[in-house]
């Protein structure tokens, strides 16, 4: 179950914000969609909802369209990234709105199964990479090089690190070299996994507001960027083909172009809501915006969704098919 912040990001180490996703809500008195759509639907969507919150704004904001100027009924189930891939062959999932790469599953799904297709950029750039309190960067400069990680690895340590440096992880579904990128650069470090988004904030809240020590693994785009100062530690610059084996990882990770995902079916049948879907694009800080509310201002998604667009009509306007 979501559960949302309403006492702001103090609050953090409450909330459930990786662990679900916000359904889009039924006016007062209407009936709850139906999985065939109602005699008055244009159709039922059906959305995953990944577990972060900016996948959220974005799943809102599309979801919110389709049912607001579209007449469509919507379903978003809260379904981690690799099962979420195989919902496009068993009919459980038409959409995935925000997909962090996965060249695994692109070539499973498809290139060889041939189920599911992009539906083009989302606008976003996704970069995921290491960070620090920025406190830490200017007590210790060198600290944002990798090559010296090991020689501050004592202020690292936690009880679950046994000895080492912690470095912290979220969620288990999270696409993350960490544990090839410690081995393979030879950092006597321990990857550590908080369990979800909620835990990487409240870390990196308590790191700056109490001055602890942090190395977590994070990414933009992000709110935290606006409320917390962080700096990111250089690795290994990022070559064509550094990441291929899995195994071998030493180089840090590769700025995404993040683009939506549907199943085969859908781009054919989906019509109008397929449209909207390939036509949904926006920026970081659209969706930092939208995040932001649902985490710290309160809202639930349908809420946040529904401010934005309101407040961007043109932008939308272009995503609706004519």
């Given at each position: 179950?979501?559960?949302?912040?309403?006492?702001?990001?103090?609050?953090?180490?409450?909330?459930?914000?990786?662990?679900?996703?916000?359904?889009?809500?039924?006016?007062?008195?209407?009936?709850?969609?139906?999985?065939?759509?109602?005699?008055?639907?244009?159709?039922?969507?059906?959305i995953?909802?990944?577990?972060?919150?900016?996948?959220?704004?974005?799943?809102?904001?599309?979801?919110?369209?389709?049912?607001?100027?579209?007449?469509y009924?919507?379903?978003?189930?809260?379904?981690?990234?690799q099962?979420?891939?195989?919902?496009?062959?068993?009919?459980?999932?038409?959409?995935?709105?925000?997909?962090?790469?996965?060249?695994?599953?692109?070539?499973?799904?498809?290139?060889?199964?041939k189920?599911?297709?992009?539906?083009?950029?989302?606008?976003?750039?996704?970069?995921?990479?290491?960070?620090?309190?920025?406190?830490?960067?200017?007590?210790?400069?060198?600290?944002?090089?990798?090559?010296?990680?090991?020689?501050?690895?004592?202020?690292?340590?936690?009880?679950?690190?046994?000895?080492?440096?912690?470095l912290?992880?979220?969620?288990?579904?999270?696409?993350?070299?960490?544990?090839a990128?410690v081995?393979?650069?030879?950092l006597?470090?321990?990857?550590?996994t908080?369990?979800?988004?909620?835990?990487?904030?409240?870390?990196?809240?308590?790191?700056?507001?109490?001055?602890?020590?942090l190395?977590?693994?994070?990414?933009?785009?992000?709110?935290?960027?606006?409320?917390?100062?962080?700096?990111?530690?250089?690795?290994?610059?990022?070559?064509?083909?550094?990441d291929?084996?899995?195994?071998?990882v030493?180089?840090?990770?590769?700025?995404?172009?993040?683009?939506?995902?549907?199943?085969k079916?859908?781009?054919?049948?989906?019509?109008?809501?397929?449209?909207?879907?390939?036509?949904?694009?926006?920026?970081?800080?659209?969706?930092?915006?939208?995040?932001?509310d649902?985490?710290?201002?309160?809202?639930?998604?349908?809420?946040?969704?529904?401010?934005?667009?309101?407040?961007?009509?043109?932008k939308?306007?272009?995503?609706?098919?004519?």
């Open positions: 179950m979501k559960i949302r912040l309403l006492a702001g990001l103090l609050a953090l180490g409450l909330a459930a914000a990786g662990c679900g996703g916000a359904k889009v809500e039924e006016p007062a008195g209407s009936a709850a969609p139906q999985a065939q759509g109602s005699a008055s639907s244009a159709g039922t969507v059906k995953a909802i990944n577990p972060w919150v900016g996948y959220e704004a974005s799943a809102n904001v599309v979801a919110y369209l389709l049912k607001n100027e579209l007449h009924d919507v379903q978003l189930p809260e379904i981690k990234e099962l979420a891939w195989e919902g496009f062959e068993t009919g459980d999932v038409d959409v995935i709105i925000e997909n962090w790469g996965h060249p695994d599953l692109v070539k499973k799904f498809i290139d060889e199964k189920v599911a297709q992009s539906a083009g950029s989302t606008g976003n750039k996704g970069v995921i990479g290491w960070y620090v309190p920025k406190w830490m960067a200017d007590k210790y400069p060198d600290i944002t090089d990798y090559k010296h990680l090991n020689k501050y690895a004592g202020l690292f340590k936690t009880s679950e690190s046994g000895g080492k440096g912690q912290l992880d979220g969620d288990p579904s999270y696409v993350t070299n960490d544990e990128l081995k393979n650069l030879k006597n470090f321990k990857v550590v908080g369990g979800s988004e909620a835990a990487l904030l409240k870390s990196a809240t308590q790191a700056q507001e109490q001055q602890k020590a190395l977590f693994y994070f990414w933009t785009p992000h709110w935290l960027f606006d409320k917390v100062d962080l700096v990111r530690v250089n690795l290994p610059a990022y070559t064509a083909g550094c291929a084996d899995a195994k071998k030493a180089c840090d990770y590769a700025e995404l172009d993040l683009d939506k995902i549907v199943s079916k859908f781009a054919d049948t989906g019509g109008k809501a397929y449209d909207l879907v390939k036509n949904f694009n926006w920026t970081n800080e659209d969706q930092n915006a939208v995040a932001n649902m985490t710290n201002g309160g809202m639930t998604g349908e809420q946040a969704a529904k401010k934005w667009i309101e407040a961007n009509t043109a939308w306007q272009a995503w609706i098919p004519k």
